[in-house]
């Protein structure tokens, strides 16, 4: 299997790059288990306090691969189901992690974001959910983490149209650190993870974990991922959801039927 996930690390920062720059970083089975293992890997290792999660090209994540979809592949890591969308939606690190966002973020891309505690992001790049575009709903945290980081009525907007929002919206409401020129975002990313990682780690780690606990009906809540998946699951055998990545991959505009 070759390296859809490259790491690398300077001094207690790890460097998490998506690496499918032919497929946009998007999102298939091997690098939802590569990743998930990466971010394992971090998770256990001492001597590294703080994670960013970057793209390789012009992507920084275009989502789920929605043509291995249509062709009927998983995307999912079958050793590690628990760990959700790309390794990541659904594993918890108490570990500050830090969205590099070096280009265009949709679908499960924004989804990766929001998993992230801190982000920066390129001039140029755009984030958005437009799943309903294709017959389909945010089911990889989406729904469950948008409107919780930006209010409700913005990311109602953005879920509902699916359309894009720029990084001035982003830095706007909050939902990215910085926006920075398009070649500064890395090293931004790194400069705002070693200013992390500079402090105690393990108080770093506590003031993570004590504020998603003290979240009220938390975004890792087990019911709520189980109402979640029900939503998935009704869509998944959908002829509009069939219909939608079809014609994502036969590059036309999708005929809706509503069954």
Not at 72 to 92: K, L, N, S, T, Y
Not at 200 to 221: E, G, I, N, Q
């Amino acid at each position: 299997m070759s390296d859809v996930v490259e790491v690398s690390r300077q001094g207690p920062v790890t460097i998490f790059t998506l690496n499918r720059p032919e497929a946009r970083n998007a999102v298939n089975r091997a690098l939802t288990t590569q990743l998930g293992a990466a971010l394992a890997e971090f998770a256990a290792d001492p001597e590294q306090r703080v994670g960013v999660l970057t793209g390789t090209g012009q992507a920084f994540c275009a989502g789920a691969d929605l043509k291995a979809l249509a062709s009927g592949e998983g995307i999912d890591d079958p050793d590690h189901p628990e760990r959700g969308f790309a390794g990541m939606v659904q594993f918890f690190i108490d570990k500050p992690l830090i969205a590099a966002v070096n280009g265009f973020a949709l679908g499960g891309g924004t989804e990766l974001v929001l998993v992230c505690d801190l982000a920066v992001m390129a001039q140029s790049a755009t984030l958005g959910l437009p799943e309903v575009k294709r017959g389909l709903i945010a089911g990889a945290g989406g729904l469950l983490r948008l409107h919780r980081q930006i209010p409700p009525k913005i990311a109602a907007e953005l879920v509902m149209t699916g359309r894009p929002m720029t990084s001035a919206e982003g830095l706007q409401w909050g939902l990215v650190n910085r926006v920075v020129p398009d070649d500064e975002v890395l090293a931004s990313a790194v400069e705002l993870a070693e200013a992390v990682a500079a402090n105690a780690p393990l108080a770093v780690r506590a003031s993570k974990r004590l504020m998603k606990d003290s979240a009220a009906a938390s975004d890792w809540a087990e019911e709520l991922w189980q109402r979640n998946a029900e939503e998935l699951i009704g869509l998944a055998g959908s002829a509009d959801f069939i219909e939608g990545t079809t014609a994502f991959a036969q590059k036309r505009n999708p005929i809706w039927t509503g069954r």
